[in-house]
């Protein structure tokens, strides 16, 4: 299963080693973890004390296969892992993983950062944030998209 | 029958999470699906000024002229915010 959804936190080294364990042609892992932060951009809030994140489940995780397999499509790479936390998080915690397991490192770095800036726009998970002026929804942010739209440019150039 | 579920922001504004509706006769999109329940007024009404809605047919992203049949899993909810 190249996606996992889960309340629990996650090993990073573990899951590195169980992706790339037994196999010699690997000659690059690329990994991104995703953090819980205490502040947020472009708001005037800070002192985040929490936060949840909900999800659609089933739709969650063929959207994220999805990713992963549009991933191996577009470049060389052996392997893909996803995993997304979801429910009560604290500030400091992990959310996600995205790891991208390929012969080197050009086209694991690129299948990496493909994945994480598909997966903010395209997986559906919201956030909702706990701040001193109470709880919120976060919004949509328009350079996810625009992050995610450029690797549409480059296939199409 | 439609089962037709809603997420986050807007599954608190509508205080629904999920319900089941026989596919409207004269509905045979998910933009058709929309003006109907926006039509509902209330908190429905709601529905059409949430900016940059998003939707889903069985689990699939999809848009307005995405055709819908009896049995179909319709989702609505706003631009997604993971990671």
């Known amino acids: 299963m190249a996606a996992r959804v889960q309340e629990a936190d996650f090993d990073v080294g573990a899951e590195l080693a169980a992706l790339r364990q037994g196999d010699a042609r690997i000659g690059a892992i690329a990994s991104f973890v995703g953090v819980v932060r205490d502040i947020n951009d472009g708001a005037s809030v800070s002192g985040i004390s929490e936060m ?33 936390r979801v429910g009560r998080l604290l500030p400091t915690e992990q959310i996600v993983l995205v790891a991208v397991t390929g012969a080197h490192r050009g086209e694991t770095f690129a299948a990496c950062e493909f994945v994480m800036d598909y997966l903010k726009t395209r997986a559906p998970f919201w956030k909702r944030e706990v701040t001193p002026d109470g709880a919120r929804w976060v919004d949509a942010r328009e350079t996810d998209e625009s992050a995610a739209e450029r690797w549409q440019a480059r296939w199409e150039a | 029958m439609l089962k037709i579920l809603y997420f986050a922001s807007l599954r608190e504004t509508l205080g629904l999470g999920a319900e089941s509706l026989d596919l409207p006769p004269g509905v045979a999109d998910v933009g058709g699906l929309l003006n109907l329940l926006i039509a509902r007024g209330g908190g429905w009404a709601k529905l059409g000024a949430v900016k940059n809605l998003r939707y889903a047919v069985n689990q699939e992203m999809a848009r307005p002229e995405s055709p819908l049949k009896a049995g179909d899993e319709v989702a609505f909810f706003p631009p997604v915010t993971g990671g």
């Open chain 1, 52 to 84: 949840t994140l909900e999800h659609y489940p089933g739709m969650t995780e063929k959207a994220l296969e999805a990713i992963v397999a549009e991933a191996k499509a577009r470049w060389e790479i052996f392997d893909a892992l996803v995993i997304h």
